[in-house]
Structure formats: structure tokens, C-alpha cells
């Protein structure tokens, strides 16, 4: 866009008196008749206290079966081993489920949490929740984070986390009311389930009084119909956007947990509260945390209009950038660029998206990538012809797009719509779709198999329809299994006998039951790993080191990229404990980063952190403490998912379609950079290559970077402290300070001796010449 | 043609003692002190004398996340410190770095247009102007990370 229209523009929306019009279909609610059917079923009074350095020093406890609702104080030992958020979280299931609970299960808890720097304002990012629950997807815990209001809230009106156990008869609202001092579970039997109506009636329905302030106070989290329907469920979490006039919606995405949320029979979850300032947080040292706020938003001001541009595009600015440098998925991550890419890259988006509102998902955060486009006319389904405000697109949703191979600006945004208000993970949805399809390219799925859907790339149409039967409950077979994401239709292709077994399982791109997001990992191995080794299953949350590893060739060792990938993986499992969003962290870097010793880590803004986290909470903490909270967090949690039967090196199997070549196809379109590596990395005499046909090549290249795959697996359990099989081992839980968890260690030890006599405390890769595992010492830690 | 009244200084006036600064100190926090208690400053540059002071371009009402900051049908930008929530953006963001935060106060302040520094100055180096909005406007906005 030009300067001049820009300017123009900025000034349309900047100068406005009376507020910006979205242009939405107007609704009209009798609030008095959906508040009159409401019947309480519970109800708990507290005591309203202020926060302390952070805490509000106690989380809340729902049973919906029992009808139950108490409060747990919290224990300074809690705090210093799991510091809050996604560590408080850990804590609470591990105390209240057991290894065979699945998500479904009475016991089941879904819990929502902040973190002792969750809702400061004065710097960006600092209003995240994180969610966790045994997910349907994976069997395993799987935690998630998401911006809104919620968490702020819920620790404003009295608790640092709540965990939501048994299951309601009908459906009902859990109400966190820091404005009364109370918490209920009420029926809710008149509301929508989709979730841009239903937050958009709550926001209304809890207010504290008529007002925009009123509105403003108010924080809902909800799924919708296709989380009642799918394993992709997802949560919203949302906030009232004064200048628009409309709750808009945050998602925690992965795993599941909107199903959860559904499955229980929750509506919504709300916190509200009447009063909060910059005080409420109670900083020891708010001056401390505002000087160096201001220092970064002045770096936002200067600096990201030629770095990221986040505050005018959000992430999608990475579509072209991916696109680029071949990591952008394309018909489900055969290749890594398109040829009509460029018309979903993020200037096309820039005239969708309204301008100059400071799109925040939380007060502060002048990095302000959620955008929305408003006034969206819905094409398909059930809202066709309304006025809708879209939250997004994110680059992810981008991703899946292309990956789906679908072009059209609004057909993102209308599977973006979809995707939130019926309450699914774009991601999950995304990704096993764009499998789908390429099964579909195959005639291993057809139109008879897929319930008369023409499931082929690039059929937006088709897609569209898929969600709005699954979300409609539809019963036909493919419909109900689709839903449940890659790994079952695997399974249930096998079932079927239709097609190649192994071509079926190297393609559909899930690990450990979840769907990968959307970046082509091929060409970078630390980034296989980041995907892999990870603990709730293939995601962007641990670590992102494609470029380090591809582009800038940083970490070429297996030692180097083992290193990386346990720092990086400890430094954003950080931000989960504290309530915090990463983005800040190295979506705009200082302007003298490159001259740092280590310009990946962003040192500027690691300190930035600590002096934060010390301004807080009064600690006296190093960046090097801030990783020791992390690694306390990331190996209980590995510890729960041993415990839970799915924590070891076996888990932490990816398909081969995130390793290589899996398909002619794929190895042709890229054949001179395959051949080179032949030569170059595996070790085939040039002269003899022209004699291989391509399918021995792919044979070869095959085994090559599965070994590859294993040979980093060994340098990166060793380096995290793991066993040969990937369990935290007792003596590296002990230097954590876990010394007293007598039931974790004790269950750790007896896993290890499993692992022993069944003979996989061995390495993973095969070893050949002057090659070495990381030790030849089989019992290594008990040297530690 | 909208208009809006903001500072004007003559350095030639300027006897550097500052009583512009504690006047407005006196304004926003009862103190005398001026510095960076003050909104209007008056710095040494290598120039000589210069005000670094608001011009009310209004781009910290597009910043805040609450709205809590306005233009008054005057045209002067003001701040309701009861909604303020203390994110300091509208600090970070300001072009000229006249968005102002006082020691141990979080709620920032900024230059209202009231004209006590005009009074306080003796030698009338201070002078309250009257100027078209939409000029001091387009100097700012797309600069400014917003496209």
C-alpha cells in the first residue's frame, strides 16, 4: 500500500469520534428470558482478597458430578517447583488423575490457568491462559495457551487456576464472579453453543453493569458444535473489543480441549470482575516493570515496520517468508512452496484486516498481532449471508490452507470463521484434511468413501461442507471419523484395507496422535526434533529452529542440535509457567541484536524477563533460574506422559513425510538437491547414482534419515537427562529439586527397570566408523 | 477547519530557569519540582535551548487499549486517569517522547493546553498557538508502525 493511502486510511479510522462500525449483522437477545432460565445448581462464596507479588495465592476446585466447589491454597513449595501457570496445571492433574484416566474420563480434569506475571500491563504479551487436560487426541496431557481475558481475570476475582472435574447433567456455565466474591455452576439451557454468538450473549448476560466498562470485565471461554463432534476441539477465550463493540475470540488450539470442555457439558466458563488497574498485579516494583515496558514499545515503534511488521499483518507475514525458503506446507506438506502462494501472502490480507485499532488480545500488548477482519460476509452454512468479525487469519490457519491447497482470501477466512465458532483447532482440522485429500489424489478415498464429499485438493466447498456436518452431528462414517483426526483414519484406512499401509502412515502428518502445524521440516533435522521430541506431540510451541538449523547452519552437530533443543525447548516452556505470550520475546528483536554473542536467544529481551519476573515477585532470580523453572516443568510433564504409557522414544516416532521424500513425486520435484545429498551426505559414488532408479534413491535416503532421526533422539535424551529410552531419570529429577515426590520417583525408577529388562536402555542409532553415541556408559546418570 | 492550541517557544526569550517546568509540575503534581515531573521540558541541545512538548497529533488515542485517552472539542488530547490502566504504550509510542510517566506514578501525563507555563514564564517565551489539526496530524500517523 502506498504511503498516500495509508495515510488516508490512518486517518478514516484513527480520527473517528464515535467509535468504529463493523458493519455486523445485528442481533437482538431477550437477556432477561436467557438469565430468568437459568438455574443454579451451586453455589461457592469466598472471600475476596488481593493479589501478592503475583499470586492470588489459591486455586479453585469444581467437581460438575458431585456438585462441588472448594478452594486450595497454595504452598510456597508449590511455587517454587512449579512457578504457575502450565507448572500449577501439571500439578493439580497429577494430584487428581491417575495413568489410565483418558479424556473422557469422570476424573478427567480440564484446568485453566495463570502465572504470577499474568496480567501485568505494562509490558506486551502478559495475558495468557494456559489450558491443560488429558486429551482425546493424544491420551497424554496436552497443555495449550491462549490470549483473551480469562486468565487475567480469574486470578483478579480470586484464583490462580481453576481445575473442572466430573461431567454436568445438562448444560451449564461455571461462573468466576471476582464482582460478587462467589463462584456457581448454572444451567445455561437457552444459549447458543457456537462460540461467536455464545461469547457475544455472555459478554451481555455477566456484565457488572450497562457499560463498555461493564462489558470489558467480562471473559468467556467456549467450544462449540464441532468440538462436540471432533477430537479438534478447541477453547475460545474472549475479549471485549471497545472499539468494535464485539467479543472477539482467542484460541487454545491444540489437543482437544474444547472437546473436553463439551464433553463435560460446560457452555462456558466466565470470569468476571469490575476493577482492575496497573496496580492490581502487585508488582513490588511497578516503576522497574514500566520503564522497561516503555523501552519496548518504543523498539515496537521503531523497529517492527521493517522486522516482522506484526502490529500491521500479525503472523502472517510469515506466508511469504515460508513460501521463500520452501517451508511452506503445501497439499499436505509434499512441498514447500506453490506457485499460488502469492495470493494468499499477507498484503492481500492487509485490505481484509481494520487498521490503526491497537489489536492487543490483552491491555499493553502494543505488538498487537490480532487482527480481524470485520463486517465478513459468512458464504456457507448455517450463518451464510451474516455480518461476522474473523478473528485472524494466523499464519497457521494460512498454513493449513495452502496445505489444503486453497487460494482464496475469503475462503480462509470463511474456514478461519468456521473453524472458531463452531470451536475446532484450524491446525489439527487443517492438517488431517490436507491428508484427507492426498488420500483422495490416491483412490485410497473417493467420493462413495467420503460420505459423497469430493474431498480433493483445492475443493474449498467440499471442505467447507465436511465441517458443517461433523459440526451438525452427522452420523456417516467418514464424517464421524474424519473428526477424530489423523491417526484414526489411519487406523481406519488399515482397518478397511484400502490402500499402501506403509504409504498411509508415512503421510498423515500426526505424532503421538496430534496433527503437526504447518512449516515443512524435510531439510531441517533439529527441527524434525522439534516437532518429535516434544511433549504433548508435534507443534511450534518448543521449538522453532528451521532457520537456525537450514538457513544459517548454526547447529550442525548432532551435540548442537541437542543443545538447542533442550535450551529452546526449557526458554518458551517459560512463558507457560508465568501467563505470558512468546511473541514479544523474538517477534521484535533490539536493534543491536546481531552484535550479542547469541542474537537467536535475544539476550536483550531475556533480561527484559528476569528483571520483570524479580519486579513482581520479589525473587532474585537469574536468566539461567528461569530455565531451571522450566526444566522442573518440561520433565515433570515428560515424567506424567511415562507414567501415563506414552513418554518414551517409541512416542517420539514422527512420519516419514516430515523427514523426506516420501512419494516419486515429492524426491523428483527436488531432485538435484536429493541427488547432491546422495553423493554428499550418504555417500553414493557419483558415478553409480545415475545407475540407481529413483525408487532405490528414496530407499536409501529413507534409512538415512531415519538412523539420522534416532542419532539425534540420543543426543537430545542424553542432554535433556533422560534415559537411552527417553525417561527423565531419578537423578536428574532429584537435581531439580524433586527430591521429596517419593510417588513420582519411585514410579520413574520402576519404568527405567522396565525399560532395563526389556533391553531398551540401548541407543536408538546404529553407530558405523568413526561415529559415537553420546556415551558408552550403560548406566550414565548414576553418575550424575 | 479544525484547529487545536499547543506551545510555542522562542529560545531567544528563554532564560533557562525553568519556572515553565515547575508551573507545570504544580499542575499534574502539586509539586514544584519540574524535570521530569513536568509535561513541558525545556532541554539543552547542542543548538541551544529547545521544548520538547506535546503537539496534540493524537496518535496515543489510537494507541490505547481503553480509551481512556481523548480529544476534547477544543482539540486538546487529554487522559481520564480513571480508566487508565498503566500499560504505558501510549509512552512507548509517542513520536515526539512527550507522553510523560512521573516517578512512582504509573498513570502517565501529558501537556493539556492550560497555559500555565505561558503565564509563568517572565520574559514571554512561551506562547499558546493556534493551529489546523490536520497538519500536526499527517506529520505523525504513518510513521508510526500503523502501515
Known amino acids: 500500500m502506498s504511503d498516500e493511502n495509508c495515510k ?22 431477550d437477556l432477561a428470558a436467557l438469565r430468568a432460565s437459568h438455574v443454579v445448581l451451586a453455589e461457592y462464596a469466598y472471600e475476596k482478597k488481593p493479589i501478592v507479588k503475583g499470586y492470588a495465592g489459591r486455586t479453585l476446585y469444581v467437581d460438575l458430578t458431585k456438585k462441588e466447589i472448594r478452594e486450595i491454597p497454595i504452598t510456597e513449595d508449590m511455587k517454587k517447583k512449579f512457578t504457575g501457570g502450565r507448572g500449577f496445571g501439571l500439578k493439580l492433574l497429577w494430584d487428581s488423575i491417575n495413568p489410565s484416566t483418558r479424556w473422557d474420563s469422570d476424573e478427567n480434569g480440564l484446568v485453566l490457568t495463570a502465572g504470577p506475571m499474568c496480567g501485568s500491563t505494562q509490558y506486551p504479551g502478559f495475558g495468557k491462559s494456559l489450558a491443560l487436560s488429558v486429551s482425546p487426541s493424544t491420551d497424554i496431557i496436552c497443555d495449550s495457551n491462549a490470549g483473551g481475558y480469562f486468565a487475567p481475570y480469574m486470578k483478579f476475582a480470586g484464583f490462580d487456576a481453576v481445575q473442572i472435574h466430573g461431567k454436568a447433567d445438562e448444560d451449564v456455565i461455571v461462573l468466576i464472579d471476582g464482582v460478587e466474591g462467589k463462584v456457581r455452576i448454572e444451567t445455561a439451557p437457552g444459549e447458543e453453543t457456537n462460540s461467536h454468538v455464545l461469547a457475544e450473549q455472555l459478554t451481555h448476560l455477566y456484565a457488572f453493569e450497562d457499560s463498555e466498562k461493564g462489558k470489558q470485565g467480562v471473559a468467556v471461554v467456549s467450544a462449540g458444535t464441532g468440538a462436540e463432534n471432533s477430537y479438534w476441539g478447541c477453547l475460545n477465550i474472549s475479549f471485549y473489543d471497545i472499539r468494535r463493540k464485539v467479543a472477539r475470540l482467542k484460541q487454545h488450539g491444540r489437543g482437544g480441549l474444547g472437546t473436553v470442555l463439551r464433553h463435560k457439558k460446560i457452555k462456558a466458563v466466565v470470569s468476571r470482575i469490575d476493577e482492575f488497574d496497573a496496580t492490581t498485579n502487585d508488582a513490588i516494583d511497578l516503576d522497574k516493570i514500566a520503564e522497561i515496558g516503555a523501552n519496548y514499545h518504543k523498539e515496537m515503534r521503531d523497529l517492527d515496520k521493517d522486522q516482522c511488521n506484526m502490529r500491521t499483518v500479525g503472523t502472517g507475514h510469515l506466508v511469504e517468508i515460508m513460501d521463500a525458503y520452501d517451508l511452506l506446507p503445501t497439499e499436505n506438506y509434499r512441498f514447500g512452496q506453490h506457485p499460488k502462494a502469492p495470493k494468499i501472502y499477507s498484503p492481500h490480507f492487509y485490505k481484509l484486516w481494520t487498521q490503526v485499532i491497537p489489536d492487543g488480545c490483552w491491555y499493553g500488548c502494543t505488538m498487537a498481532c490480532a487482527k480481524a477482519a470485520d463486517g465478513y460476509t459468512v458464504m456457507t452454512g448455517p450463518y451464510k449471508g451474516h455480518k461476522v468479525t474473523v478473528d485472524g487469519p494466523e499464519y497457521e490457519t494460512l498454513g493449513c490452507s495452502s496445505n489444503m491447497s486453497i487460494w482464496d482470501p475469503l475462503w480462509v477466512l470463511e ?16 492438517t488431517a484434511i490436507a491428508f484427507y485429500m492426498e488420500m483422495y489424489e490416491y483412490g485410497i478415498l473417493n467420493k462413495e468413501r467420503c460420505g459423497g464429499l469430493e474431498l480433493c485438493f483445492g475443493n474449498a466447498d467440499a471442505m467447507m461442507e465436511l465441517l458443517h456436518r461433523m459440526a451438525a452431528g452427522d452420523d456417516d462414517e467418514f464424517v464421524k471419523i474424519a473428526g477424530k483426526g489423523a491417526r484414526r483414519v489411519k487406523d481406519w484406512l488399515k482397518i478397511k484395507n484400502w490402500g499402501d499401509q506403509q504409504l498411509i502412515e508415512d503421510c498423515g502428518m500426526e505424532s503421538k496422535g496430534l496433527e503437526y502445524s504447518e512449516y515443512v521440516t524435510k531439510e531441517s533435522l533439529a527441527m524434525q526434533g522439534g516437532y518429535g521430541l516434544t511433549l504433548k506431540g508435534p507443534q511450534h510451541d518448543e521449538a522453532w529452529l528451521i532457520f537456525m538449523d537450514m538457513v544459517n547452519n548454526q547447529i550442525p552437530t548432532f551435540a548442537d542440535k541437542a543443545e538447542a533443543l533442550h535450551y529452546f525447548p526449557m526458554w518458551r516452556t517459560w512463558f507457560g509457567l508465568n501467563g505470558l505470550c512468546k511473541l514479544p520475546w523474538n517477534d521484535v528483536e533490539p536493534a543491536d541484536n546481531a552484535e550479542t554473542g547469541e542474537p537467536a536467544k535475544v539476550p536483550g529481551h531475556v533480561q527484559n524477563y528476569v528483571d520483570i519476573q524479580n519486579a513482581i515477585t520479589g525473587w532474585n532470580v537469574t536468566k539461567e533460574d528461569l530455565i531451571l523453572q522450566s526444566e522442573r516443568a518440561y520433565n515433570w510433564q515428560r515424567s506424567m506422559n511415562v507414567w501415563m504409557g506414552r513418554g518414551r522414544r517409541a512416542d517420539d516416532w514422527i512420519p516419514y513425510r516430515s523427514m523426506g521424500p516420501v512419494t516419486r513425486l515429492e524426491y523428483v520435484s527436488r531432485q538435484e538437491m536429493y541427488d547432491k545429498q546422495m553423493v554428499e551426505d550418504i555417500g553414493v559414488p557419483a558415478d553409480s547414482l545415475e545407475a540407481m532408479s529413483i525408487e532405490d534413491r528414496m530407499k536409501m535416503m529413507y534409512h538415512y534419515r531415519q538412523n539420522r532421526y534416532q542419532k539425534l533422539a540420543d543426543a537430545v535424551y542424553f542432554r535433556r537427562g533422560w534415559t537411552h529410552n527417553g525417561v527423565p531419570t531419578v537423578q536428574k529429577m532429584i537435581s531439580l529439586g524433586f527430591a521429596d515426590e517419593t510417588k513420582m520417583l519411585e514410579m520413574l525408577q520402576q519404568k527405567i527397570d522396565e525399560d532395563e529388562a526389556a533391553g531398551l536402555n540401548t541407543w536408538g542409532g546404529d553407530y558405523v566408523g568413526d561415529e559415537k553415541p553420546p556415551t558408552d556408559d550403560a548406566k550414565y546418570w548414576e553418575k550424575w | 477547519m479544525t484547529t487545536v492550541k499547543i506551545i510555542k517557544f522562542d529560545p531567544s526569550k528563554c532564560d533557562g530557569d525553568l519556572a515553565c517546568e515547575k508551573a507545570c509540575s504544580n499542575v499534574h503534581h502539586k509539586n514544584e519540582n519540574g524535570g521530569e515531573w513536568s509535561a513541558i521540558r525545556i532541554i539543552k541541545g547542542d543548538t541551544g535551548l529547545v521544548m520538547e512538548n506535546c503537539n496534540h497529533c493524537g496518535l496515543c488515542i489510537d494507541m490505547c487499549p481503553v480509551q481512556a485517552i481523548r480529544r476534547l472539542g477544543s482539540g486538546t488530547v487529554v487522559i481520564n486517569k480513571k480508566l487508565c490502566i498503566g500499560c504505558q504504550a501510549c509512552v512507548g509510542f ?13 498513570t502517565p501525563f501529558k501537556c493539556i493546553s492550560c497555559g500555565k507555563c505561558v503565564s509563568a514564564c517572565p520574559n514571554g517565551a512561551l506562547e499558546l498557538v493556534e493551529v489546523d489539526l490536520e497538519e500536526v496530524e499527517e506529520t505523525v500517523y504513518h510513521k508510526q508502525g500503523v502501515c
Not at chain 1, 10 to 26: D, M, P, V, Y
Not at chain 2, 96 to 101: I, P, T
Open chain 1, 415 to 430: 474456514f478461519n470463521f468456521y473453524c472458531d465458532t463452531y470451536g475446532l483447532d484450524t491446525i489439527s482440522t487443517g
Open chain 2, 94 to 106: 509517542c513520536s515526539s517522547e512527550v507522553m510523560r510517566k512521573a516517578p512512582a506514578v504509573i
Open chain 1, 8 to 29: 488516508a486510511e490512518a486517518k478514516l479510522i484513527g480520527n473517528r469520534a464515535t467509535g468504529f462500525q463493523t458493519g455486523n449483522t445485528e442481533h437482538k437477545w
